[in-house]
Structure formats: structure tokens, C-alpha cells
């Protein structure tokens, strides 16, 4: 078959609409990049780093290639490191005496989707002035900034007592300690958004007691071994929906103008995340059920709201969906969302709807 021209560069520009929007790192500066002053003093990550801030009252430290203090890159006054990415890393205290913990926090771009699932991506160097690594290292997020009167660690049930919604700690998975004083380790976790969070804080959560700590045999301090880390290039990045078999959703975005079955433009990146999960899931198939509001005859309306199911199984098959996993029907306005026969409730009535369930191809 021939393809038009016009047709090839529309799905181009489709492939790299979705290619961006699936890319976007959530996380500002996560580089550490931007800033409004070139690190002089140390403990001054909060002035110097643009949205970096530290929640506690622990003193995270910024480092650029700018300074000409103990703050600079490659050399600073914890040894020698080069950055993962671009000429800035933040530095913080993973494990100290008495509990002492560093933190740090950042807004992200957007609050998360409920429902979505997401990656969080950052690396990690240990400072060659360390007495000791550990293999903890967690991470929460958080409806508002943290603003926590501490120098120690901030546990789980420190995070409950203040009044800011938080997720729990959840840590980043490991096989060893990150020991490693010359190159970045990467770490990363997937987490599914709860629908408030807009606030990402980093660090040990953990006491000392708690914290799996391997000693090099050569710390001074009798009340134990300093662990300092660097931190560059921290990303989140959005994955997707997180659909569960059996269970109906309102496909986001796909609410039909009045006695019309196309699709509007943000419809297709809903579709498209449809999509994306059933290539993951070659298990799954899903059914598509077309409603519409109570204007209009029966007759129509049963037509109408299977013209709308039948459009979104054209899209997903256009996409690359094979056909005999899709199934679509009609439902007119028999099963409204909402009866209250106001404008707003009959644009939430024009809608498409789909549920996941597994089955056994016959074909594999």
C-alpha cells in the first residue's frame, strides 16, 4: 500500500509529540545545572541551586565547576569527582554521629496522576573522604515543601506527625554498598502516583542503627564513620497508567462534542497510553463501550454511542493494536455517569469507556 505523504509526516510528528511527552524529566534542574549563584560558601545549596532546597536543618552542599572555593569541580574539599552530567552535583551526608542526616528536596513540573506509574532515576557517587558507605537510600514525595526543625533522620514516624501529606519512605533496591569513589552508580525505582504529590525530598531515612554501614577501618571519630555522597542527574519520568485487568476506566480526554464521534486532540495521548500498556500485556485484550448523553432518540443515541466505541478501536488498531484484541459496543444513554441532566453532566455522559481482561490467544 502507499502511504501519502502527508499522512507519513502527520505520524511522524505523532511519534515525536508522544516520544516528548513520554521523555519529560519531572524533576527541575535535576541536573543541577541552573543557578543563581556560584557556590562560594558551603551549606548554601538552598541560595545557590535554582528549586533545590534543604527540608531539614541538615547542610546539603551545592558544587559547580564555576567556584574557585572548596566548592568547585573536579576538586572540592571531599575529594575528587567529575560530574555524571553537565558542570554541577549536589553533596549530602547519607549516614553521620548521632543520627545527623542530609536531605533535599525539589518541585516537581507537574503533580503526579493518580494512577500513573513513574520512574525515578538519579546516580550516586561516594565522596573519596568517606569513612564508610552504605547501601540505604530512599526517597518520598510530598503534597508541600518540607519544612522539618531536625538534624537527624526523618523517619516514618517523624514524616506522620507533620502536617503535610507524604508518601512512604521507599528505598532503591541494591546489591551491594555504593562504595564506588571514582564512577556513578545508578539507582532507580518505579512508583505508581497517588494523585498528590509535587514534591520530591531525597536522603537516608533511616537511624544509624538501621542502616547497613560498611566501615573502611580507618575512622578517628569514636562515635562512628562519615558517609558522604554526590548526587547528579535525578530524573522522573512518566511511564503510564497503571490499568488493572476487570476494572472499568473512563478513557481521559475522550469526551465527545455534542452529536459528534471524532476524536479530540488530547484523546490521542489517553489511546495512546492504552495502547502502550496492551503491547506490554499480550495477555490482555480490551472492550470499548461508546455512551452519550440523553438528548436525542434512542435509536440515534445507540447508533452515535457505537460509532464513538468504533472510533476508538480504529485509532488503537491504527496504532498497531491487532484487531482480534479489540472488541466495541454501544450503549446510548443507558448508563449515564451522572443523572442531574446539567451541560456538565451530559459532557461527562459523552464518553468511552474500557475494561482489560485476559485471554488466550488462539494463535500465538
Known amino acids: 500500500m502507499r502511504l501519502r505523504p502527508l499522512y507519513i509526516v502527520t505520524q511522524l510528528l505523532l511519534c515525536l509529540t508522544f516520544g516528548i511527552s513520554f521523555s519529560q524529566n519531572l524533576v527541575r534542574n535535576g541536573s543541577f545545572e541552573e543557578y543563581s549563584s556560584c557556590p562560594e560558601k558551603m551549606s548554601n545549596l538552598n541560595k545557590d541551586a535554582d528549586y533545590w532546597s534543604a527540608p531539614t536543618l541538615g547542610t546539603t552542599d551545592y558544587f559547580n565547576e564555576c567556584s574557585r572555593t572548596k566548592l568547585g569541580i573536579p576538586m572540592n574539599f571531599k575529594g575528587k569527582q567529575e560530574p555524571f552530567d553537565g558542570s554541577a552535583y549536589a553533596g ?11 536531605y533535599i528536596q525539589v518541585p516537581l513540573a507537574e503533580t ?13 557517587s561516594l565522596a573519596e573522604k568517606s569513612d564508610g558507605a552504605v547501601m540505604d537510600m530512599g526517597a518520598i514525595f510530598a503534597e508541600k515543601p518540607l519544612s522539618i526543625h531536625t538534624k537527624r533522620h526523618l523517619s516514618q514516624g517523624v514524616l506522620l506527625s507533620v502536617a503535610t ?17 571514582q564512577k556513578w552508580m545508578e539507582l532507580s525505582f518505579d512508583i505508581v502516583g497517588k494523585g498528590f504529590e509535587s514534591q520530591l525530598i531525597l536522603g537516608n531515612f533511616k537511624s544509624n542503627a538501621g542502616t547497613s554501614y560498611h566501615d573502611f577501618g580507618h575512622t578517628t571519630n569514636n562515635k562512628g564513620g562519615y558517609s558522604y555522597y554526590y548526587l547528579d542527574d535525578i530524573s522522573l519520568t512518566y511511564l503510564g497508567p497503571d490499568y488493572q485487568p476487570n476494572e472499568v476506566y473512563v478513557l481521559d480526554h475522550v469526551n465527545f462534542n455534542f452529536d459528534k464521534f471524532d476524536l ?18 499480550p495477555n490482555l485484550m480490551v472492550s470499548i463501550s461508546g455512551h452519550t448523553d440523553d438528548l436525542g432518540s434512542e435509536e440515534y443515541n445507540d447508533v452515535l454511542s457505537k460509532e464513538r466505541a468504533q472510533t476508538v478501536a480504529k485509532y488503537l488498531m491504527a496504532l498497531g ?15 449515564p455517569l451522572d443523572s442531574s441532566l ?17 485471554f488466550e490467544d488462539d494463535n500465538p
Open 92 to 102: 549530602l551526608y547519607l549516614y553521620a554521629p548521632d543520627d545527623y542526616r542530609e
Open 112 to 124: 503526579l496522576e493518580k494512577g500513573s506509574r513513574y520512574r525515578l532515576t538519579l546516580y550516586i
Open 165 to 181: 501529606e507524604t508518601t512512604p519512605i521507599k528505598q532503591f533496591s541494591t546489591t551491594g554498598y555504593y562504595d564506588d569513589k
Open 264 to 281: 479530540q486532540p488530547k484523546a490521542k495521548q489517553s489511546l495512546k497510553d492504552v495502547y502502550d500498556y496492551l503491547q506490554k500485556h
Open 321 to 335: 493494536l491487532d484487531k482480534k484484541r479489540i472488541t466495541s459496543k454501544g450503549f446510548g444513554d443507558k448508563i
Open 342 to 358: 446539567t451541560d456538565e453532566a451530559r459532557r461527562k455522559n459523552r464518553r468511552v469507556e474500557f475494561v482489560m481482561t485476559e
